[in-house]
T-cell receptor, first 115, second 113 residues
Framework: QKEVEQNSGPLSVPEGAIASLNCTYS??????FFWYRQYSGKSPELIMS????GDKEDGRFTAQLNKASQYVSLLIRDSQPSDSATYLC???????????????FGKGTLLTVNP | DAGITQSPRHKVTETGTPVTLRCHQT?????MYWYRQDPGHGLRLIHY???????DKGEVSDGYSVSRSKTEDFLLTLESATSSQTSVYFC????????????FGPGTRLTVT
């Protein structure tokens, strides 16, 4: 069974610091990776996607992918109290020749940014 | 919430009763999904649809059925609700050109007593 592992946290960082969230996955064939942010009582919101090795930056967010190590991370620079949320890592299960795209989610890491 | 609504938003029902949750989208996206989210388990896929009348099972499909007779609507039915189906249910959609990127509805909190 495919697994996506995250440290449940909570991860606590001071305002203005860099928050580093990590995720490992078991399926070496996985090709697509996503980070979702979920505020308490709300639905998951897609904030980053990454498909190839290396870094992808979007504003204060950087996603990093290392397929050889089966590792994906999310860095949040200049963390703000509004970044306090649970961050979910997700990996796509792709069917060759098919049209179905199923996400496998980690259980999430709770991030708290302290003013 | 990317043009996705779910109804009802909250429901309390008794064990053994049938329950239907509705997901409605205005994006004309091809793919639709039903997830449940529980503490300690995270988000788990129940069923998904890759087109009208085309559906398939996810990892936790036992006790659930789905139907999709129109592009915009995806229904999740609990034929005979059990307490283990108390959960928050999320619908998600993705488009054909970017099928990997799923966008979630606001969720339905279901309590089975």
């Amino acid at each position: 069974q495919k697994e996506v592992e995250q440290n449940s946290g909570p991860l606590s960082v001071p305002e203005g610091a860099i928050a580093s969230l990590n995720c490992t996955y078991s399926d070496r064939g996985s090709q697509s990776f996503f980070w979702y942010r979920q505020y308490s009582g709300k639905s998951p919101e897609l904030i980053m996607s990454i498909y190839s090795n290396g870094d992808k930056e979007d504003g204060r967010f950087t996603a990093q992918l290392n397929k050889a190590s089966q590792y994906v991370s999310l860095l949040i620079r200049d963390s703000q109290p509004s970044d306090s949320a649970t961050y979910l890592c997700a990996v796509i299960e792709e069917r060759r020749g098919g049209s179905n795209y199923k996400l496998t989610f980690g259980k999430g890491t709770l991030l708290t940014v302290n003013p | 919430d990317a043009g996705i609504t779910q109804s009802p938003r909250h429901k309390v029902t008794e064990t053994g009763t049938p329950v239907t949750l509705r997901c409605h989208q205005t994006e004309n996206h091809r793919y639709m999904y039903w997830y449940r989210q529980d503490p300690g388990h995270g988000l788990r896929l129940i069923h998904y649809s890759y087109g009208v009348k085309d559906t398939d099972k996810g990892e936790v499909s036992d006790g659930y059925s789905v139907s999709r007779s129109k592009t915009e609507d995806f229904l999740l039915t609990l034929e005979s609700a059990t307490s283990s189906q108390t959960s928050v249910y999320f619908c998600a959609i993705s488009e054909e050109l970017r099928p990997y990127e799923q966008y979630f509805g606001p969720g339905t909190r279901l309590t089975v007593t």
